[in-house]
């Protein structure tokens, strides 16, 4: 049974503990619960919605796709998680994070909704930020779904656009520990006849079958759209409707130019209901930033902040490691993961591009230990390569103060590595 308070909460603070406490579980695959609550509050809707789904790319495509509705004079929702450092992160309004009192009145018309049913933390969370959207005039809402697609909370809404960034194994012990698997998990956010566009150059044969067998047209990269690189920072986008020059991106990878292909097909299939002049789209694409997305946080030395956490997102990262490299410079880690991630994997993929490695314990419940990581870490790098820190400030703090002008410090592993060194002062970590 859920808790019972005499009184709400009165602040984010205290209601974010609430949460917390109301189930048993962080994650309960399912739709029910979050259906029959969202009746209850009538959640109608009213707006155009675009759904981003996949396993890494989904922050970065709803960054651009608000920037480009903003830019273009409509009033925009977005919904995204985990949060870095402030939960209000997630719930954004024309590109400004949600207010305490807006956030605790969704909470609580939430709470009063749910009556004796018992909803996890991105539950809770996923219905006060569409109990918040419809408390305003917007035109369109993009959300981020949270985990896998046809049993993640955000998919009780239909989208009008809903895209599949790319497939790849991360969270096995919910979604299968294949591509197939996680796949047909994906592909359940697409809807008939809604647009449905796949990003991912060769998606798996579950997600192909789950569009074909809901009768949806599935636009899919590199078939109905492409974009080919015209040097290192520029590129070229095409696809029916036409050709595009696209400028230089701030987010950096290769990766992100894939995203920005997904976002420009989106954008130009919904012109019909949200008109976007194409000044206005590659002017707001082009000048999109995310946090924690290989982020330059300080220079000379080089730090380099970043949330890859799985074996994909990890391809990524050495890639861009890769393109950095310079004669003399080292790559520095300050790493930490989860302990229900594929370390092993990850290390692998960019043990041969870091020299050197700064581990310490993320301050959270599932945690890998210090043993788990320093492990992980000797069958592939020399036992004189690792370094063990009783904080990840620390950490930074020695590989800072160790490296040499030209080198790049990389932190990453999670979220939660990334949040912890974002809440730093220079001061407190020595730069």
Known sequence: MPPVISELPQTVEDWLGYIESLHPKSIEMGLGRVQTVAARLQLQFPFIVITVGGTNGKGSSCAMLERIYHAAGYQVGCYTSPHLVHYQERVRFNAQVIADALLCQAFAAVEQARGDI?????????????????????????????????????????????????????????????????????????????????????????????????????????????????????????????????????????????????????????????????????????????????????????????????????????????????????????????????????????????????????QHPRAASMDYLHASLSQKVPLAHIHRHTDLPTALQTAYKKAAKNDKIIVFGSFFTVAAILELTPDQWGA
Request: hydrophobic share 45%.
């Open 118 to 362: 018992t909803l996890t933390y991105f539950e809770m969370g996923t219905l006060a930020a569409l109990w918040a959207f419809e408390q305003q005039p917007l035109d369109v809402v993009i959300l981020e779904v949270g985990l896998g697609g046809r049993l993640d909370a955000v998919n009780i809404v239909d989208a009008d656009c809903a895209i599949v960034t790319n497939v790849d194994l991360d969270h096995m012990e919910f979604l299968g520990d294949t591509r197939e698997l996680i796949g047909h998990e994906k592909a359940g956010i697409y809807r008939q006849p809604q647009i449905a566009i796949c990003g991912d150059i060769a998606p798996p044969a579950s997600l192909l079958a789950y569009a074909e067998t809901l009768g949806v047209k599935l636009n899919r990269f590199g078939v109905d759209y492409q974009i080919d690189m015209t040097d290192t920072q520029h590129a070229h986008y095409r696809d029916a409707q036409g050709e595009l020059d696209v400028g230089t991106l701030r987010l950096f990878g290769h990766y992100q130019w894939n995203n920005a292909a997904n976002v420009i097909f989106a954008v130009r299939a919904l012109q019909a209901t949200l008109p976007v002049a194409e000044v206005q789209m590659l002017q707001a694409l082009t000048a999109t930033e995310v946090t924690g997305r290989f982020q330059y946080w300080q220079q000379a030395p080089d730090v380099i902040l970043d949330v890859a956490h799985n074996p994909h997102a990890a391809r990524a990262l050495r890639d861009n490691l890769q393109r950095l490299a310079a004669d003399g410079s080292q790559v520095i880690a300050v790493f930490s993961m989860l302990s229900d991630k594929d370390i092993a994997s990850v290390v692998d993929i960019l043990h041969a591009v870091i020299d050197t490695w700064h581990i310490a314990p993320i």
